[in-house]
Structure formats: C-alpha cells, structure tokens
C-alpha cells in the first residue's frame, strides 16, 4: 500500500512536470500575443460590420496579426481598427487593407494587400488605403434586386 502510494506521488510529479514544461515551451515559442513583438497600425473604415476584436490579419490567408482594439475616431467619425502585427512584417506605406467576409456565418477577418512603397508603415502609423468591401449580405440584396428587376420587364 505504501509503495503504490508513493508510485502514484512520483508519477503525479513526472505529469506536472511535464504539463509545466510544455507551457514554458509554449510561452517562450510564441511571438503574437508577447509585449514588444508586435506592431500596432490602426486604419478607418465606414463599416466594421461582421469584425470582432481577435480576428485575423491576413496577407494572402497567412496569418500575420489579430484585431485588437475597435473603436470609433473622434476626428472622423469613423470605426478604427487597431491591429497588432507581427514585428517581421514590415509592411509599405502604400498596402491596402480590407474587411473580408469569412464565410457564410458572418466572421470576418483583414486582409492586406501589400504595396511596392521603399518606406514602411511605422509602429502606431496607418493604414491609407482603404478598400470598402461590401458584405455577403449587400451583394445579395442586389442579386434579389437586379432579378426582380429583369422578371418584371
């Protein structure tokens, strides 16, 4: 009896130890969420709609960021998205950047068009080209419309 209990003590240490290693493994592999490995670039759109804080930022459906913060401009009146992106990712003043509908269910994500610009969008810099998507929902009222529109000539 006394030596299945201290089996069982050794192996509950082995399992915490272990569980112990893997999340300092993983904290130390990941460079998205850490202090200082990241780039915050904000842009204003007319619509954020379907967009959540925790999307991604894509570029060519690589992930290279998140939204982190959604706010609205005092100046413009706007909806500003801020986003962090990776540190690595230096990106043209000339990128575009867009509001992409993720399917069907209403997620959506950014998506960022590089440019060819030399100067790079610095830390806390912006985003001036602006695409205007327009959603699932839009396009579809103007499917519905432009078939009623042809049935009823």
Same mark, same amino acid.
């Given at each position: 009896?006394?030596?299945?209990?201290?089996?069982?003590?050794?192996? $509950?240490? !082995?399992?915490?130890?272990?569980?112990?290693?893997?999340? &300092?493994?993983?904290? %130390? *592999?990941?460079? =998205?969420?850490?202090?200082?490995?990241?780039?915050?670039?904000? @842009? /204003?759109?007319?619509?954020?709609? =379907?967009?959540?804080?925790?999307? /991604?930022?894509?570029?060519?459906?690589?992930?290279? $960021?998140?939204?982190?913060?959604? %706010?609205? *401009? +005092?100046?413009?009146?706007? @909806?500003? &998205?801020?986003? !962090?992106?990776? *540190?690595? &990712?230096?990106? +043209?003043? /000339?990128? !575009?950047? %867009?509001?992409?509908?993720?399917?069907?269910?209403?997620?959506?994500?950014?998506?960022? *068009? +590089?440019?060819? /610009?030399?100067?790079?969008?610095?830390?806390?810099?912006?985003?001036?080209?602006?695409?205007?998507? %327009?959603?699932?929902?839009?396009?579809? =009222?103007?499917?519905?419309?432009?078939?009623?529109?042809?049935?009823?000539?």
């Amino acid at each position: 009896m006394v030596k299945q209990r201290w089996f069982e003590i050794l192996l $509950g240490g !082995a399992v915490f130890g272990i569980a112990i290693f893997f999340l &300092v493994w993983a904290n %130390a *592999n990941t460079n =998205g969420s850490k202090e200082g490995t990241v780039q915050r670039i904000v @842009a /204003d759109f007319t619509s954020i709609k =379907g967009l959540r804080v925790g999307n /991604d930022v894509r570029i060519g459906g690589v992930k290279i $960021g998140s939204v982190e913060k959604l %706010a609205i *401009n +005092p100046d413009t009146f706007q @909806a500003q &998205v801020t986003m !962090a992106i990776r *540190n690595d &990712v230096l990106l +043209p003043t /000339d990128t !575009a950047v %867009a509001i992409i509908s993720d399917g069907l269910l209403g997620g959506a994500y950014m998506r960022v *068009n +590089p440019g060819s /610009d030399a100067q790079k969008i610095a830390d806390g810099g912006k985003f001036t080209i602006i695409e205007q998507s %327009a959603t699932l929902e839009e396009l579809l =009222g103007k499917a519905v419309f432009i078939i009623s529109e042809t049935s009823s000539e």
